[in-house]
């Protein structure tokens, strides 16, 4: 019995320490210091998909959900029943958040932050539940693995 309670309290305590890192990774690399993330969206790229997510959240707030919109067309408003989405579990992890903070700007910064949180929490979760049988000495190959993949996934699209 205090063997399992023992090693509970390890993967509890693995799980808090990926949050603690990824959220001061996250604070010193994206450099949140001086970031108002009530007021401001953060523009992740140029343009393209941070752009749609922004319409996307703040078409919620103003509208209860992504299919209408009373701000957009003529008479009647917008109606997006043919655009469909392959999103919908995303689609309504925002609406819950902007239920929950009343504000589309802030919802849309949380919705991009926990990204990290829940990729980090999924990771460690992969590694410790089902990888830690593979020792150290086999982790420099599963590195070196995921490397040339990177490598042939930039250099494939390279010259397409």
């Known amino acids: 019995m205090k063997a399992e309670t023992g090693k509970?309290?390890?993967q509890v305590a693995g799980y808090v320490f990926?949050?603690?890192v990824t959220g001061i990774l996250l604070y010193r690399l994206l450099g949140l210091s001086g970031l108002d993330i009530v007021r401001y969206p953060i523009n992740y790229s140029s343009g393209g998909d941070s752009w749609t997510g922004m319409a996307t959240v703040k078409s919620m707030a103003d509208n209860g959900?992504?299919?209408?919109?009373?701000?957009l067309g003529a008479p009647d408003g917008a109606k997006y029943y043919?655009?469909?989405t392959m999103e919908l579990v995303l689609n309504a992890m925002e609406q819950v958040l902007v239920w929950i903070t009343g504000n589309w700007v802030l919802a849309f910064?949380?919705?991009?932050?926990?990204g990290y949180f829940l990729a980090?929490?999924?990771?460690?979760?992969?590694?410790?539940?089902?990888?830690?049988?593979?020792?150290?000495q086999g982790l420099p190959v599963i590195c070196?693995?995921?490397c040339t993949s990177w490598f042939q996934s930039w250099?494939?699209?390279c010259f397409r």
Do not use: C, K, P
């Open 8 to 10: 509970r309290v390890q």
């Open 18 to 20: 990926v949050i603690l």
């Open 65 to 71: 959900w992504i299919y209408n919109n009373a701000f």
């Open 82 to 84: 043919d655009a469909t």
């Open 109 to 114: 910064n949380l919705f991009y932050f926990s």
């Open 120 to 136: 980090g929490v999924t990771a460690y979760y992969a590694f410790y539940m089902h990888l830690h049988h593979i020792t150290w």
């Open 144 to 146: 070196f693995w995921e």
């Open 155 to 157: 250099y494939s699209s």
